[in-house]
């Protein structure tokens, strides 16, 4: 049964920091890309970042480029999205998603999401 869970948001100051995490089951998680998506009020559901099955590729939304890291670590079957430098319009539920592919992120298994939230 497939499993995925998000951890680590909350609410920050413009500038902070804040580290998701995205832990996984009932599939096997070193076959499949893993991508964080977020949707933000009023908007679409849009990606944010992307890594490969075995971590080697990893791809950025053109809005968080520079600021965001993705990563993962197929040992404890994680993955990992450090935000810094974090705006308002970063303000958003985000989504860990297993992806259909290994080396792209097409998704077909969704987390519940976390809530970030980033005001003065």
């Known amino acids: 049964q497939l499993q995925i869970v998000e951890s680590g948001g909350g609410s920050v100051q413009p500038g902070g920091s804040l580290k998701l995490s995205c832990t996984a089951s009932?599939?096997?998680?070193?076959?499949?890309?893993i991508g964080w998506f977020r949707q933000a009020p009023g908007k679409e559901r849009e990606e944010v970042s992307c890594?490969?099955?075995?971590?080697?590729?990893?791809s950025y939304a053109d809005s968080v480029r520079g600021r965001f890291t993705i990563s993962r670590d197929n040992t404890k079957k994680l993955v990992y999205l450090q935000m810094n430098d974090l705006k308002p319009e970063d303000t958003a539920v985000y989504y860990c998603v297993q992806s259909y592919y290994s080396d792209s992120c097409v998704p077909s298994g969704w987390g519940q999401g976390t809530q970030v939230t980033v005001s003065s």
């Open positions: 890594v490969s099955s075995g971590g080697g590729d990893t």
């Open positions: 009932g599939f096997r998680f070193n076959y499949h890309a």
